[in-house]
């Protein structure tokens, strides 16, 4: 039995590698229901023990992954999720949501807060038909969105502060696209505060890498720490809302200096690059395997995505498929046997991400991964599936021929 057990698992792995697992049948809308159910039971009071930002991240991106189905939904079909993404803002707009965030920064709440609460809201405006939508909505996002612009136009960086004291230039980049987002849906206004920003990003890349730092100091906005993959990963899926063109130009060198294949088997994304060494795992990229990051992994998905790298998008997917331990009800779809929501609120997001204002330019560099990249998983899983039977078929094989007697002799 046990056996047999290894067998069907191992076989499961290789299915699990072939089948697509970048796309609107995915089994998102089965994560989305195990995370909606695991938020009404408290999860996100759970997941904020855990660290600074488990309660918000779990709310948005549950919401945020919410709005990407509805885009994709016809405009009569857009009631479920729109519904959902209100919930999931509401509770983002309450005392728990902004309780890690200090109100005396500016903008208030800190720019952390205040880019993803503002790029959900537009979300959800955006599922309304423009002739209809609710006029309290409009009306906060647009209040939202000049508040934010006006604190990079007051600032001598153009990486805002997120704790007192601690800058990182991932939250901005999201705050400034959701100022884009605002000129897609409302009376544009902020073209030239976008323009500034790009400017000012471009004379404060991290000399080690050509990258946006994963910090920056505060004050100036001269790089801090050397770009990291878990602040990568998110920066280039919302840069390109921002530039396209720059947005491009900093995908590519991401996945030049971070892609990797640990052992050469699948695929993933290095938290620091290779020539960092004795690098240590933290709470935003979690432990360290051979030197990559579960959730920049993750994350790189969703970049993958909105840059139109679908071959890369796919492989990741596809092979977190099989290290992620998915397992699937006839409702519901967890991963890591769903012991952390919030995990499964990133897998959902990256999965549907997509370019919400402008499309990249047509994707045409090669492959950051060969298309046979799957061949040694698929030999591996194939010898594990072999192998609690190869004592048995060895005997067969060995097994002298069993000499017929002949009918003559018998009688």
Same mark, same amino acid.
């Given at each position: 039995?046990?056996?047999?057990?290894?067998?069907?698992?191992?076989?499961?792995?290789?299915?699990?590698?072939?089948?697509?697992?970048?796309?609107?049948?995915?089994?998102?809308?089965?994560?989305?229901?195990?995370?909606?159910?695991?938020?009404?039971?408290?999860?996100?009071?759970?997941?904020?023990?855990?660290?600074?930002?488990?309660?918000?991240?779990?709310?948005?991106?549950?919401?945020?992954?919410?709005?990407?189905?509805? #885009?994709?939904?016809?405009? +009569?079909? &857009?009631?479920? @999720?729109?519904?959902? *993404? %209100?919930?999931?803002? /509401?509770?983002?707009?309450?005392?728990?949501?902004?309780?890690?965030?200090?109100?005396?920064?500016?903008?208030?709440?800190?720019?952390?807060?205040?880019?993803?609460?503002?790029?959900?809201?537009?979300?959800?405006?955006?599922?309304?038909?423009?002739?209809?939508?609710?006029?309290?909505?409009?009306?906060?996002?647009?209040?939202?969105?000049?508040?934010?612009?006006?604190?990079?136009?007051?600032?001598?960086?153009?990486?805002?502060?997120?704790?007192?004291?601690?800058?990182?230039?991932?939250?901005?980049?999201?705050?400034?696209?959701?100022?884009?987002?605002?000129?897609?849906?409302?009376?544009? #206004?902020?073209?030239?505060? +976008?323009? &500034?920003?790009? @400017?000012?990003?471009? *004379? %404060?890349?991290?000399? /080690?890498?050509?990258?946006?730092?994963?910090?920056?100091?505060?004050?100036?906005?001269?790089?801090?720490?050397?770009?990291?993959?878990?602040?990568?990963?998110?920066?280039?899926?919302?840069?390109?809302?921002?530039?396209?063109?720059?947005?491009?130009?900093?995908?590519?060198?991401?996945?030049?200096?971070?892609?990797?294949?640990?052992?050469?088997?699948?695929?993933?994304?290095?938290?620091?690059?290779?020539?960092?060494?004795?690098?240590?795992?933290?709470?935003?990229?979690?432990?360290?395997?051979?030197?990559?990051?579960?959730?920049?992994?993750?994350?790189?998905?969703?970049?993958?995505?909105?840059?139109?790298?679908?071959?890369?998008?796919?492989?990741? @997917?596809?092979?977190?498929?099989?290290?992620?331990?998915?397992?699937?009800?006839?409702?519901?779809?967890?991963?890591?046997?769903?012991?952390?929501?919030?995990?499964?609120?990133?897998?959902?997001?990256?999965?549907?991400?997509?370019?919400?204002?402008?499309?990249?330019?047509?994707?045409?560099?090669?492959?950051?991964?060969?298309?046979?990249?799957?061949?040694?998983?698929?030999?591996?899983?194939?010898?594990?599936?072999?192998?609690?039977?190869?004592?048995?078929?060895?005997?067969?094989?060995?097994?002298?021929?069993?000499?017929?007697?002949?009918?003559?002799?018998?009688?």
């Amino acid at each position: 039995m046990l056996g047999a057990l290894v067998t069907v698992l191992s076989v499961g792995g290789v299915v699990r590698l072939a089948v697509p697992a970048v796309s609107a049948h995915s089994g998102v809308r089965a994560q989305l229901t195990f995370i909606g159910d695991a938020l009404r039971g408290g999860a996100a009071v759970e997941a904020q023990r855990s660290f600074p930002e488990g309660y918000f991240f779990l709310y948005a991106l549950y919401g945020l992954t919410w709005v990407e189905v509805g #885009r994709l939904e016809p405009e +009569a079909g &857009r009631a479920e @999720a729109l519904r959902e *993404a %209100r919930w999931a803002l /509401a509770h983002l707009d309450t005392d728990a949501g902004r309780a890690p965030f200090s109100a005396a920064l500016t903008p208030s709440n800190g720019i952390f807060y205040r880019g993803w609460t503002n790029w959900l809201r537009g979300g959800v405006l955006s599922l309304q038909p423009p002739d209809r939508r609710d006029a309290g909505e409009a009306e906060r996002f647009a209040a939202d969105s000049a508040e934010i612009a006006a604190a990079f136009g007051a600032a001598s960086t153009p990486f805002l502060q997120a704790y007192p004291g601690q800058a990182w230039p991932v939250d901005s980049t999201v705050a400034m696209a959701s100022l884009r987002l605002h000129d897609t849906l409302l009376p544009p #206004r902020y073209a030239d505060t +976008a323009t &500034r920003w790009v @400017a000012d990003v471009r *004379a %404060r890349l991290d000399p /080690a890498t050509g990258l946006l730092p994963h910090t920056a100091d505060p004050e100036t906005g001269e790089a801090g720490e050397v770009a990291r993959g878990t602040s990568q990963s998110m920066i280039t899926r919302f840069l390109v809302e921002i530039d396209p063109t720059f947005a491009r130009e900093q995908y590519l060198r991401f996945r030049q200096l971070y892609v990797t294949r640990p052992l050469g088997l699948g695929p993933a994304v290095r938290e620091y690059p290779a020539f960092v060494t004795h690098a240590t795992g933290d709470v935003d990229s979690g432990p360290l395997v051979l030197g990559t990051s579960l959730s920049a992994t993750v994350v790189t998905i969703g970049a993958a995505r909105v840059q139109g790298d679908r071959a890369l998008a796919t492989a990741l @997917a596809s092979y977190g498929e099989l290290a992620g331990l998915p397992v699937s009800t006839p409702r519901t779809k967890r991963y890591g046997f769903g012991v952390v929501p919030v995990g499964d609120a990133f897998v959902a997001w990256s999965k549907m991400s997509s370019a919400w204002v402008s499309r990249p330019p047509a994707f045409t560099a090669p492959r950051a991964v060969a298309w046979w990249w799957p061949a040694p998983l698929v030999l591996v899983l194939l010898l594990v599936a072999v192998a609690p039977w190869w004592r048995l078929l060895r005997r067969r094989l060995a097994r002298p021929p069993r000499r017929r007697v002949p009918h003559e002799a018998v009688s």
